[in-house]
């Protein structure tokens, strides 16, 4: 590698530090460059829709600890706008240019924002998304002045968590989705069903088949009311809106890259392709925004925003940058997620969504501690536990073996009485 | 030679000093069907996979049958209704989900950080205690007159068992603690002993209960008694399962851990001067004596579905014996397997079972044996082992020395 060109890595993430930690325990000894929008070192991001909402932890204790010695040039607060790939050089928002000799992109991915068009004028204030540090510092403060009614838009996960605080804060919520569970795209409408039993009992003003319209501002200019599709309004001065994450691709543009609001497309290999599908000299990405293939969903791609694949990811695109090129290893991972939301530890495995089958293995739904596996045309493709994690492991590894549904027959509280179709929404019109 | 009378020779108490290379050949063969239809597992990968398998089964006690007594009205009548409940109401190491869960969640609460903090202050008092009734000798056992009373004093305290009856506790503690003991199940005199002594601790159990009911305290069976409303409780039955386990689990094999630990620091002398120069490296050398020399070195099972593991098939219904200390000293995972090496790094032993059964009791072990192994390098001066190997206690899965003769130049 040349020496004096280095590896820059975009996007100061967890992606981001634990790819270039990667680079560091791999024996790169190089410059090495982390380049960030934000003016924060690497934070964590799942206690912001937790902990940090609820006040436990400060938004600024949430930065993550550093494993290894870096020994960086950090670039902060300054945002990545252009890559120059045929003079390899990253340009950044002050005008300067970084060259790089390799390049890990882990720009992740931003919070969907409410459209605003011409015709829907300027939003009102009081209305928050939830992905960033600052994020959920504005966040936290709207919710402890306490705001008479919470509208969350959107029952996906981070809307299922800012719902449970909001309630464990003693504050009113309503909670609209436009499918018939929370959930519902992630787990299908069956075990979503669960999520509703929670909403009910911790008194959360669940509104399946909802699409909100518009917000109406009062006077000063602040969020007052929410305007349904079906006629009728919702009366709420803090309202959050989560509809779930766009790629942060905008800066790779004029690139050359596969690149999208989906993401940005790689291969097996974790490295970039370019318009022609090739792998893009010296161009790797990890995390939230790279969209690869994945061994276990033949002819898909899929981006993950999962907390262990940026880790795993960004270690395995550091292993092939330092590796030669017929040396570069595929990147097989098993998608897995977590949620903590009405006092009920969620976690999952593989990728239900697809699947045309579940069943609940182990536990019942009506106890709200269970385990359920997914399946496909007679494979098992996913499993996801509420309070039962400790089993997952195993239905991990015969989901990677891709074993015939259902898997681990004679389990001790298992029935097998509750199966039936998932009932994932159609898939969303883009 | 053929494997499938092996598990019988580290039954046998004539291995017991040393079933360490019996259990390198079991080794050989990671899940081993023994002549009796049972399966021993004994690689460290074979045991991962299996306790974290939900087809593995802990209720595989066989159904409570108290011996007959000759009196037809206790034969006929009361007996009977004893087993049911009994067979009804296990502790929940004998429960499976979603009971097990319940339970153990309810038992977990108990151990709330007041009350762990509270027992590091009364385990310290204890062990000084019982190390300042030694001054004077330079001969002494460490399990008679340390290692046993410690755990059941600890106990009963966190219990709120007054001081009192921690006596007749300890009694009993001694007959039941053979109940947990597997190879003792058949014995018809063991069997007898254990239900007399059940019945004795149940009854003393229900009055301590009722007594925790009118005056609450801060203690562990003052919080099971008297749950708060909405909050998820026990039955009284299942309460007096609880407390008894509470009490047996945590003693027999806390005094295996704190012997186990002296004698094996007294065999390697430059850990002893180690830890006795460097107070603060107990967490790591205890862990290391988790491994090396476990306090429980098997616990039963029974698959209730045909289970594949290891290239081979345990069929639906087959007693598995998890063979927890042959996992420890797996060369394919731990390097160097049988040196004690308290530096040792990525130590996942199985001293303390693992999966959902794993110990409740794990955090009250570890202070208790880090204060005494602490406590006694201490204040031992110039310990020696009167005899190497120690007699032990006939239990195999129990496992440890009966007597530890250890001379003193003096008590410091």
Not at chain 1, 100 to 111: Q, V
Not at chain 1, 241 to 266: F, I, K, P, Y
Not at chain 1, 404 to 420: C, V
Not at chain 2, 265 to 280: A, G, K, N, T
Request: glycine share 10%; charged share 25%; hydrophobic share 40%.
């Amino acid at each position: 590698m040349s020496a004096d060109r280095g590896v820059v890595v975009v996007g100061a993430s967890l992606a981001g530090l634990r790819g270039a930690e990667a680079l560091r325990r791999g024996g790169y000894a190089g410059p090495l460059t982390l380049v960030g929008d934000e003016p924060y070192q690497p934070y964590d991001r799942p206690p912001l829709s937790k902990h940090v909402l609820a006040g436990e932890l400060r938004p600024d204790a949430t930065a993550l600890p550093h494993l290894v010695d870096l020994d960086a040039t950090w670039r902060l607060g300054q945002p990545a706008v252009g890559l120059d790939r045929a003079a390899r050089m990253l340009r950044l928002a002050d005008g300067s240019a970084l060259p790089y000799e390799k390049l890990l992109i882990a720009t992740g991915a931003r919070a969907r924002s409410w459209p605003v068009t011409e015709k829907t004028g300027p939003l009102p204030s009081g209305i928050h998304t939830l992905r960033s540090r600052d994020d959920a510092a504005a966040l936290r403060a709207a919710l402890a002045a306490g705001p008479k009614r919470v509208l969350i838009v959107g029952a996906g996960l981070i809307g299922c968590e800012a719902a449970s605080c909001c309630r464990d804060l003693g504050l009113a919520v309503t909670l609209a989705d436009p499918n018939p569970t929370p959930l519902a795209r992630i787990l299908g409408s069956r075990i979503g069903g669960v999520i509703v039993s929670c909403l009910d009992t911790a008194g959360v003003d669940f509104r399946p088949g909802t699409h909100v319209d518009a917000f109406e501002a009062d006077a000063a200019g602040r969020v007052c009311r929410a305007r349904l599709k079906q006629g009728a309004a919702i009366e709420t001065d803090c309202v959050i809106v989560a509809l779930g994450a766009t790629r942060d691709t905008g800066w790779l543009a004029e690139a050359g890259l596969m690149a999208d609001e989906g993401g940005l497309t790689c291969d097996v290999a974790c490295r970039a392709l370019d318009a022609d599908g090739q792998p893009a000299p010296g161009i790797y990405a990890a995390g939230d925004v790279a969209r690869t293939p994945n061994p276990l969903h033949v002819g898909r791609l899929a981006a993950f925003e999962h907390w262990g694949n940026a880790v795993a990811q960004a270690g395995h695109a550091a292993r092939n940058m330092l590796a030669a090129e017929d040396d570069q290893q595929e990147y097989r991972h098993l998608p897995a997620f977590w949620s903590s939301q009405f006092g009920i530890n969620i976690k999952g495995v593989g990728l239900a969504d697809g699947a045309d089958t579940v069943a609940v293995m182990q536990g019942s739904r009506a106890s709200r501690r269970f385990l359920a596996v997914y399946g496909r045309e007679g494979r098992t493709i996913a499993a996801i536990s509420f309070d039962q994690a400790r089993w997952l492991p195993a239905y991990a590894e015969r989901i990677e073996a891709g074993v015939a549904f259902p898997p681990i027959l004679g389990a001790t509280d298992q029935s097998i009485k509750d199966f039936g179709v998932p009932d994932f929404p159609q898939p969303r019109s883009r | 030679m053929s494997h499938d009378t092996l598990f019988a020779e580290v039954t046998d108490p004539a291995n017991r000093a040393d079933p360490y290379p019996l259990y390198a050949r079991l080794r050989e063969t990671p899940v081993s069907r023994q002549g009796d239809g049972s399966y021993v597992v004994s690689t460290h990968a074979a045991i991962r996979g299996l306790i974290f398998d939900p087809r593995l089964s802990s209720e595989d006690l066989p159904p409570s049958q108290r011996p007959p007594t000759g009196n037809p009205f206790k034969d006929w009548i009361v007996n009977p209704i004893k087993n049911r409940v009994v067979n009804a109401h296990r502790p929940l190491i004998f429960r499976d989900p979603p009971d097990h869960d319940t339970l153990r969640a309810i038992v977990m609460e108990q151990f709330t950080i007041p009350r762990v903090r509270g027992v590091h202050r009364e385990v310290e008092g204890i062990v000084e205690d019982l190390i300042d009734k030694l001054q004077g000798r330079d001969e002494i056992c460490l399990v008679e007159d340390f290692s046993y009373p410690l755990p059941v004093m600890v106990i009963c305290r966190l219990l709120g068992v007054p001081e009192e009856d921690e006596e007749q506790f300890q009694k009993w503690a001694t007959v039941l603690a053979t109940a947990l003991e597997p190879d003792s199940r058949g014995d018809e005199e063991a069997r007898h002993a254990t239900a007399t002594a059940f019945d004795a601790i149940s009854d003393y159990m229900r009055g301590l209960i009722k007594e925790k009911r009118k005056n609450p305290a801060d203690d562990m069976l003052s919080g099971l008694a008297n749950p708060e409303p909405g909050k998820p409780a026990m039955g009284d039955f299942d309460l007096i399962a609880s407390a008894i386990l509470l009490l047996v689990a945590g003693h027999e094999t806390t005094v295996n851990l704190i012997t186990n630990g002296m004698l094996t620091l007294i065999r390697h002398p430059e850990e002893l001067d180690r830890l006795r120069r460097d107070p603060e490296r107990a967490p790591r050398l205890i862990e290391e004596l988790l491994r090396y020399e476990p306090p429980v070195h098997f616990r039963t099972r029974k698959a209730l579905g045909d289970i594949d593991i290891a290239g081979t098939t345990i069929p639906a219904g087959a007693p598995v014996i998890l063979l927890f200390a042959a996992g420890n000293r797996d060369p394919a995972r731990f390097a160097d397997p049988d040196r004690f090496d308290p530096d040792r790094e990525d130590n996942q032993h199985f001293g303390f079972g693992g999966g959902l059964h794993y110990c409740l009791g794990a955090p009250l072990a570890r202070i208790e044996t880090e204060i005494a192994l602490n406590a006694l390098v201490r204040r031992f001066v110039a310990p020696r082992l009167l005899q190497d190997p120690p007699p032990y206690r006939p239990g195999a899965s129990l496992r440890g020395p009966e007597k530890l003769g250890i001379g003193l130049e003096r008590i410091a």
